[in-house]
C-alpha cells in the first residue's frame, strides 16, 4: 500500500477516534487538501480548511467561505465551542517549534478540542513542540512513491500529447519516474513542462538528465561537486565489472514493491582497488555513463575543521545533500586519504568515519558509491562488513586483448589512423606490463607531435618509439605493484575476465 493511502487511513482513524490534534508532516499542502478533501467525502463530514489566501472554507463543499482577516485561532475557539465533533484543518501553521504566546494559545484551542470531542488537524512540516504533540497522533505523507509518480507523468502525458513529440513507452516513464525519485508533484509538473518547452518534446535521449536537475534544488555543499558524464563514454577492458554493473542495474532500478516482495535493497556500491593507472577513478564516470545518472564526487577530506563541532556538521551536511539528490552515482576518490584512522587517530576521525559508516549501511536513498583506493590496507576493516559495499573489485594491470582494446580506442580518437593488424599486434606486445594510463600517455605525445609538426611528420616508427619511451609502473615500482597484485588475487572480484588460452 502506498504511502499515501497508509497516511488517509491513518488520518480517517483518527478523526473517527476523535484524536483533539492530528499533525500531517507534509512540505505538499495541496496533496494533503486533496485527502482531507476524500476523507470529507468519504465519512460525509464538513472539515473545516483555513489558508491565509482562501480563508476559512469546507471541504467538498462550495458554498461555504468565510474571510475572517485575520489569525485563525480565535474562529477555531469560538467553533470548537458553538460546535461539538468539529473537523478543523489549519493549512498555513508556522512558528509552532518555540514556546511562545502563539503556541500556548494553540494549546488552549487543543484544550477546547478536547472538550469539545473535535480534531485540529496541523499541516507543517517543521518541527513542533512537545507540548503540542502530546495532545495527539502525528503522520507523515511522504513524496509520491514509484505508482504515483508513474501516474503523474502518464496524465502529463496524456495533457501534451499531439502538442508536443513523446517518445517514452511505459519502460521510459517508469525510469523517469525512478530518476524523479524524492520529487513533490509541483516539481515534478515543473520539471516535465521545462523538459517538454525546452527540447520540444519527451526524449528518450533525455531522460537522464531529468535527476540531474536535483541539485539545482538544493544549496551547494563545498565538499561534493557534481562532474559531467558523456553518455557515449567508452571505456576499454574491465568486462567482468561491467558484466556485474549491467546485473545490478536492474536490480537498482526496480520499484519499491518488487525489492520489498524479495526483501532486496538496492545495490550500495563498489569498492575499486588496484595498480594506479588502470582505470579506477574513470571507473566511477562509467558507472554513471552506463548507469544514465548524474555523478557526484564527494572529497571527504575537506569537512575536516579546525573548530570543535564544524567536520561533524559539515560531513551531516554532505550526506544530507547526497541523498537529497539521489538517484546518482557517489564517487569518492582514494578513500583511505580520508578515512584512514589509526588506534592513536583523533577523536574527530573517529566520528567522522563513524557518520559515514552509519549513513552507508543505514541510507535509504538511492545512491551507488564508487570508492576507488591505491592502498587498501590503510582503510579500517569495518569498511568492509558486508552490507556497506555490495562488492569489491581489484583493477589489474590490463590484460592483452585489454590493451589492443584501449590502443584501437585511442589511436581513432586522437590520432584519427586505423592500423593494420600486424602493426596493432606490434604496439599490444611491446605494451605488456603497461596501464591503462601509459598507453593513453604514449598515444597522446604521438598526437602532440602531429599537432605541432603536421600529420605527416607521424607514422609507425613514430608511434612504437613513444611506446618503448614508456617506462612501465611494474618496472619502476615493483615491489609496490607485486604487493598491490598479491592483495587483489587472493582478497577481490577480478574487474577484467580472464584471456582465453
Known sequence: MSNYKVTMKEVKNYIYARTPLIIIQ???RERVERMLTAISKELMADVYYYTSAKQVVKLNSNDYSIDIDSDPISYMS??????????????????????????????????LAKESNSTLILITNDKVIQQITQFGMISKLDYPDDGERCALIQKFITAYNGRYTVEWDDGDVFRASTLLRGFTEIQIENILSNEIVSEGGLYKKNIYTLAGQKSRLYSS?????????????????????????????KVFFASDSELKRFG???PKGILLAGVPGCGKSYSAKMVAALWELPLFRFDIGSVYDKWMGESERKMKEALEFIDNVSPCVLWVDEIEKALAVSDGGNDTSKRILG????????????????????????????LFRKGRFSE??????????????????YT?????????????????????????????????????QMLIY???????????????KVVPIIKRDEEAITGIRAWGNERAVPAHKDEEV
Open 26 to 28: 507534509s512540505s505538499e
Open 78 to 111: 469560538s467553533i470548537f465551542r458553538k460546535k461539538r465533533g468539529t473537523v478543523f484543518a489549519y493549512g498555513d501553521v508556522k512558528k509552532i517549534s518555540e514556546d511562545t504566546m502563539y503556541t500556548r494559545d494553540l494549546i488552549n484551542v487543543l484544550y
Open 221 to 249: 555543499v563545498s565538499s561534493i561537486q557534481q562532474v559531467d558524464v558523456d553518455i557515449g563514454l567508452e571505456v576499454a577492458g574491465l568486462e567482468n565489472l561491467k558484466d556485474w554493473l549491467e546485473e545490478k542495474r
Open 264 to 266: 532486496l535493497e538496492t
Open 355 to 382: 557518520q559515514f559508516l552509519f549513513w552507508l549501511q543505514e541510507s535509504k536513498s538511492r545512491v551507488f558509491m564508487t570508492a576507488t583506493a591505491n592502498d587498501i590496507t590503510k582503510l579500517p576493516s569495518e
Open 392 to 409: 569489491i573489485f581489484f583493477i589489474d594491470l590490463p590484460t592483452a586483448s585489454e590493451r589492443r582494446s584501449a590502443i584501437e580506442q
Open 412 to 448: 581513432k580518437k586522437c590520432l584519427h589512423i586505423k592500423f593494420r593488424e600486424e602493426q596493432i599486434q606490434k604496439l599490444v606486445d611491446i605494451s605488456e606490463g603497461f596501464s591503462f594510463s601509459e598507453i593513453e600517455y604514449a598515444i597522446k605525445d604521438t598526437a602532440q
Open 454 to 468: 603536421g600529420e605527416h611528420s607521424v607514422n609507425m616508427q613514430t608511434i612504437t618509439d613513444n611506446f618503448l
